[in-house]
């Protein structure tokens, strides 16, 4: 449990700051707690081993800062297609706000990276300074040679689980096999070096000592997440109609005759909680909808003999004998915007042309008539190759009338990643046809014919 402490200011009542007291979570056992460790291990599994995938010679996912190159898997991005990570960014956020209008905070309990490594964090606690009785008690105690032993067991491996954190977190922009060398060989660069224990620090600050802090008072989903909530939102609820009064009773007497609901005011869903909140106070920002109380409250009924569900996954339409919706509309508009969104992202990610061609006229002079009857026009083109090997392109042009290009049948070789540029003289009659047309202009690869892409360009001619 937590308890606020008001620290007076000097030579007044009035308080400075709220000390917290720490939180020293029960272990529990039970079909959500099962899922969150199945979700911890998952999470920091994909975390941890997704470096050390190859793909076709090469890391599978790497962030190629330095070359500008983004890896995942079989897909190569370049800075042009930040237009994806925006797309992707706006699809998470979509997620976040239509599972939330379903089911509250399943991020915070079961994904968030705050939650995930502080269970890892607690798990190492436990492991070395033993269950929550023998954690206060030892931090309770004075120091001596077990309490060291325990402790610098703890940091150390507090402190190696956070570096290796750090590590593997650069290992997704330098390659992770060649980090290792160097962390082994003791020739890190600065900015690797520094960024391992930037982030470890973070990580062992955050899982290890804050802890709850940040879900209560550095996270601002919890500030906002009301504004997606509404009365058919599944949220982890106190069924106060049927625990109401609480109290102890002993075994197989009828609670109900003696005045008293099935809450035994055992305190288990409070010793329980990451964030050392009352759940049977009603729903509370600091919750984060781990259902570690359900656990716990469930393990009680079952000892009681007493039904199941005190604790539980409600709605507040429920709670009041009311048909809770599914279908509703911010569900069906989340759902509408999501859906269009993903189709749209894996559709325009499938469709990706591996070569972009940009077309800019020269403003200077819109035309230039020959001697010989033609009209040139003439155009500044930029190819960008995004394939991972060079390529040799030609350009193709059509219109209404047959086109000329100047330089002539030309190829134009392109490094992998490179933008290349150059001129371009389009030539035509100029009279047939009269005026201004749109001209079609194709960057195509010699040797990769599909590997082409294709634009459209407006060619000025006179009209008469």
Sequence with gaps: MSAEVKVPLHGSGQSLYVAQEKIYPREVEGRFARLRVFSVFALLGIFYLLPWLNWGGRQAVLFDLPDRK????????????????????????????????????????????????????????????????????????????DKVMRKGAKQFLWITFALWTGFTFVG??????????????????????????????????????????????MCPYARFQSAMFDHDTLIITYDQARGEP????KRGTDARAQGLGDCIDCTWCVQVCPTGIDIRQGLQIECIACAACIDACDS???????????????????LQHQPSRLLRPRVLIYGGLLSALVIGFVTTLALRSPVSLD?????????????????????TLRILNKTEREQRFQIEAQGAAPL?????????VVASGAVY??????????YDPLGPETITLTVRSVDHPDVHATTDARFLAPTR
């Design 70 to 145: 983004f890896f995942i898997f079989g897909l190569v991005f370049w800075p042009q297609d930040f237009i994806f990570l925006a797309w992707l960014l706006i699809i998470a956020a979509l997620t976040l706000f239509f599972f939330t209008a379903i089911a509250g905070r399943l991020w915070c309990g079961y994904a968030c990276p705050q939650t995930v490594w502080t269970e890892a964090f607690l798990w190492m606690e436990r492991l070395v300074e033993g269950g929550r009785s023998a954690r206060q008690k030892l931090d309770r105690g004075p120091w001596n040679a």
């Design 172 to 217: 997704y922009f330098t390659p992770i096999r060649v980090l290792g060398v160097s962390v082994s060989t003791l020739s890190l660069g600065p900015w690797e070096a520094f960024w391992i224990v930037f982030y470890g620090f973070a990580t062992y600050g955050n899982a290890g000592y804050l802890r709850e802090q940040v879900c209560k008072y």
């Design 246 to 249: 609480r109290g102890a009773r």
């Design 300 to 318: 009680v009924m079952d000892k009681v003999g007493s039904p199941r569900g005190l604790i539980r996954y409600d709605t507040e339409r429920s």
């Design 359 to 379: 077309v800019l006229r020269d403003r200077n002079t819109l035309y230039r008539l020959t001697d010989d009857g033609n009209v040139d026009n003439v155009y």
């Design 404 to 412: 000329t290009l100047l330089p002539g049948d030309r190829e134009y």
């Design 421 to 430: 540029s150059l001129p371009l003289r389009v030539r035509r009659n100029a």
